[in-house]
T-cell receptor, first 111, second 112 residues
Framework: DADVTQTPRNRITKTGKRIMLECSQT?????MYWYRQDPGLGLRLIYY???????NKGEISDGYSVSRQAQAKFSLSLESAIPNQTALYFC??????????FGNGTRLTVT | KQEVTQIPAALSVPEGENLVLNCSFT??????LQWFRQDPGKGLTSLLL?????REQTSGRLNASLDKSSGRSTLYIAASQPGDSATYLC???????????FGTGTSLTVIP
């Protein structure tokens, strides 16, 4: 089983719909991150959390919200999806000086 | 803000060739540097992690070096194979390692 699991793997939704992307981890890491990846732009940080009571905005948080339901779970919501939110979304975890671990990503298409 | 640059953006080499991928960063006060591999449409797989106190790390045919003073890291791939074809990303973390900055990657194609 994957250490960092993202669901769904693929999602197509319409403009204006609310959707949630979920991330769960079995690594016991405190830190969790949400990134989006667009061609030519690399990975950009949306939100991050250092523990259940700590949520921080990244460089592109507008239009997104997150919830850290438990140490192992960190979900990303798009309140009202728009086409320029079409991207590949990644969840990642880290702890101390350990490597950053990524999930397999969610490919989101907003029509 | 930390800027991470990877040059070239794309590289094509014949099978068996040794090659070097480059990563440069603007703030030398890094906590660690990590190299990843990404296959098309897939997640990122960690290849090597170099702590700020280290100069290099090796794993199989891969060797990563770090020169903080010049703000550079290189990923050396020996005897390249078609299966090495992927995008290679480097990321640096600052402070206590809580925040990560990514390069835009080098797309590598190894021609059989």
């Amino acid at each position: 089983d994957a250490d960092v699991t993202q669901t769904p793997r693929n999602r197509i939704t319409k403009t204006g719909k609310r959707i949630m992307l979920e991330c769960s981890q079995t690594k016991g890491h405190d830190r969790m991150y949400w990134y989006r990846q667009d061609p030519g732009l690399g990975l950009r940080l949306i939100y991050y959390s250092f523990d259940v009571k700590d949520i921080n905005k990244g460089e592109i948080s507008d239009g997104y919200s997150v919830s850290r339901q438990a140490q192992a779970k960190f979900s990303l919501s798009l309140e009202s999806a728009i086409p320029n939110q079409t991207a590949l979304y990644f969840c990642a975890t880290a702890q101390g000086s350990s490597p950053l671990h990524f999930g397999n990503g969610t490919r989101l298409t907003v029509t | 803000k930390q800027e991470v640059t990877q040059i070239p953006a794309a590289l094509s080499v014949p099978e068996g060739e040794n090659l070097v991928l480059n990563c440069s960063f603007t703030d030398s006060a890094i906590y660690n540097l990590q190299w990843f591999r990404q296959d098309p449409g897939k997640g990122l797989t960690s290849l090597l992690l170099i702590q700020s106190s280290q100069r290099e790390q090796t794993s199989g045919r891969l060797n990563a070096s770090l020169d903080k003073s010049s703000g550079r890291s290189t990923l050396y791939i020996a005897a390249s194979q078609p299966g090495d074809s992927a995008t290679y990303l480097c990321t640096v973390s600052l402070g206590t390692g809580n925040q990560f900055y990514f390069g835009t990657g080098t797309s590598l194609t190894v021609i059989p």
